[in-house]
């Protein structure tokens, strides 16, 4: 786990303080060591969060003079020993332990397509000297980011967004696209786009090759085929549910691949408490486990460690909860908000940033449950969605936060253009056909929501403190095999039904049959007192007047009733409108 960033340039010789000073901007994700390289028209930047070969053997900018190959690498290939040992067989001498050697051998033996052998999340970027070409890759699911700009004839790579503005050049207006989407799809901007209109960000499951003269290719490496198969039918529930406790135990086992100690992220819900229970049942003692809670406000609780403390008993986990109050919540707002590569609204990223905090301060990789929701149906849209006719309407009323008669209340008028978020789920819902309508949800959940949502926010709130998050509910196998099985067996009451059911043979009755919980930060669900001060002082501030992104009037009776103005799935449009102006704020925009 680490950060990566780069220049390429099709005009002369590359800077290597452009990749200096990108990488500058991410300690943060790699304290444990750095390093730059550069050669003509190629500079790599690179900071290191040790996981695996802790030596100095594994630090990058990776160069395998003999291969004629140099890379940098964000993540962890969890099958990298077997990959290592088959390339053995086929002839080829290591230097190091880890895996980015592996990456760099299994590239010249096998080409790009080389990802599809790799279990793991992943980005790197790799240049070829004899050709002078660079190919990028990122993985299946998305879990690792990469953002690309092309300023004065280069092009630059970084693992976030705020780095690339580290350099010159680049376009800092806003994209109208993306930010409807920010306002409308839950701050979800699908790949390309960001909400800044120089910046994109590769897509997951994309090669992206570059020529030295600039030319490029993108290919797609995988995709998910949703739906029950024909040599599924005499499958029966009870194959489900045992098939969906396997893979899923083969995925934790591979996620526990690492040379320092590990931890899991226990939030009290089914699928935290079922990483821990599948640990303790392959023989894992003493096991890290980690849980956050927050003050009540307006009766709604802000803990749940009832439930985490009955699976931190039942298993005999090193359990530590953090009781974060009001306070400490208020003073670490702007740190949260500067840590987002892109403004991501939901309110349950400070709890994040707070308990990564903590976390870190005893183990440098953890597990979490992130993606289980997405994969398995545990949303409340789900069911909504069983048997709808117009897919594309209903998906928009039960998740959209805004409609687009709303957006242009919202919004200045010369930022309104087309309904851009209805569109993208109309095109994305047409390429399925006549897909059952819960699987075209679910297949856009896995590969555009997830993905700059949830796996996004925990990935730049754990990396804030060089904490890797691995989440093994997005192992490739399981979301192919979640796939498979048929809509009625997830949503079925209520939602997440077959996974309730496998993990039965492992989990403590009243975890599963609880009442469905989020990680709750009640202060940003009805602002008030202290957070309403905050977020007035940012909507405000002189540069949120000049920008002049929303409607005054728009901001002004979100501010006299922040607790009416929520979204369809509970969150404040008040706090959604501060966020993006902070963020802005936080970066210089």
Known sequence: MCGVCGEISFDGPADPGAAQVMAGKLDDRGPDGAGVFAQGRVAFGHRRLKILDLSDASQQPMLDPELGLAIVFNGCIYNFRALREELTAKGYRFFSTGDTEVILKAYHAWGPLCVERFYGMFVFAIWERDTGRVVLARDRLGIKPLYFAEPHGKFRFASTLPALLAGDGIDKTIDPVGLHNYMSFHAVVPAPRTIIRGVRKLAPATILTIEPDGARKETRYWNVQ??????DRNVTESDWRQAVLDTLATAVERRQVADVPTGVLLSGGLDSSLLVALLARKGQSGLKTFSVGFDAVNGIEGDEFKYSDIIAREFATDHLKIAVDASRTLEALPATIAAMAEPQMSHDAVGFFLLSQEVSKHVKVVQS???A????????WYPKMMGSTDPVADYARVYFDRDHAEMQETLRPELIGANYSRDFIAEFFARMGDADPVDKTLLLDTQVMLVDDPVKRVDNMTMAFGLEARVPFLDHELVELAARIPSELKVRDGG?????????????????????????VPALKHI????????????????ARDRGLFNRAYVD???ADPDGTLTPKGHSKLWQVALLESWLQSHGI
């Open 226 to 231: 949703m739906g029950p198969r024909p040599e």
């Open 496 to 520: 997440k039904y077959i996974l309730k059911e496998a993990a039965r043979k492992v989990v403590p009755r009243e975890v599963i049959d609880r009442p469905k919980g989020y990680f709750p």
């Open 528 to 543: 008030r007192g202290p957070y309403l001060d905050f977020v007035r002082g940012v909507l405000d501030a002189p540069a």
């Open 373 to 380: 929701d997405e994969v398995f149906a545990g949303y409340h």
């Open 369 to 371: 449950g992130q993606g």
């Open 557 to 559: 009776r979100l501010l």
